[in-house]
T-cell receptor, first 110, second 113 residues
Framework: RKEVEQDPGPFNVPEGATVAFNCTYS??????FFWYRQDCRKEPKLLMS?????NEDGRFTAQLNRASQYISLLIRDSKLSDSATYLC???????????WGLGTSLAVNP | NAGVTQTPKFQVLKTGQSMTLQCAQD?????MYWYRQDPGMGLRLIYY???????DKGEVPNGYNVSRLNKREFSLRLESAAPSQTSVYFC????????????FGPGTRLLVL
């Protein structure tokens, strides 16, 4: 099993739709969790950290389920500009190593 | 603030040639990283530097060397380029409230023929 797994997609959704991505991780000792966004041919940028109690930033909601070892990202009212690849990142282990998922591709269509 | 900068943006090398990728940050980050990103492989850590004067191997260090010249600069050297090193290279610094947020440079696209 990969340390961090994501559905690669692509997810094709119309503008205004709600879309959710999940990311599973294998190391139960994982400590911190993040979602990054990467636009085509650009560098990854932090979208949001994921807190144990869940957190929201505008149209974006991130949740953590430690029992089932997954994190999720919910995007409401999708915009064309949300089209990107969303990378799940987990900080794991005593060596505090960052593990990157391969990403989930989202295309929001007019 | 420029953030994290990388040079060059693009490079074409012949097999066996050498080159150095430059990275600089003005965000006062202690930690800096070099990644490569390949289709289907995601981001893979090549080397990192937890602080000025220290460097450590990451997941895929073979064929590369690094220098943490000072707190601002972290360079990646390919001594004898191979086609397998064709990739997009990203430099990052770590900071933020918990020191864990990665701030990336714009990347260097390298083609080795």
């Amino acid at each position: 099993r990969k340390e961090v797994e994501q559905d690669p997609g692509p997810f094709n959704v119309p503008e205004g739709a709600t879309v959710a991505f999940n990311c599973t991780y294998s190391n139960s000792a994982s400590q911190s969790f993040f979602w990054y966004r990467q636009d085509c041919r650009k560098e990854p940028k932090l979208l949001m950290s994921v807190y144990s109690s869940g957190n929201e930033d505008g149209r974006f909601t991130a949740q953590l389920n430690r029992a089932s070892q997954y994190i999720s990202l919910l995007i409401r009212d999708s915009k064309l500009s949300d089209s990107a690849t969303y990378l799940c990142v987990v900080l794991a282990g005593n060596n505090r190593k960052l593990i990157w998922g391969l990403g989930t591709s989202l295309a929001v269509n007019p | 603030n420029a953030g994290v900068t990388q040079t060059p943006k693009f490079q074409v090398l012949k097999t066996g040639q050498s080159m150095t990728l430059q990275c600089a940050q003005d965000m006062n980050h202690n930690s800096m990283y070099w990644y490569r990103q390949d289709p289907g492989m995601g981001l893979r850590l090549i080397y990192y530097s937890a602080s000025e004067g220290t460097t450590d191997k990451g997941e895929v260090p073979n064929g590369y060397n690094v220098s943490r010249l000072n707190k601002r600069e972290f360079s990646l050297r390919l001594e004898s380029a191979a086609p397998s090193q064709t990739s997009v290279y990203f430099c990052a610094g770590a900071g933020g409230a918990t020191g864990e947020t990665q701030y990336f440079g714009p990347g260097t696209r390298l083609l080795v023929l």
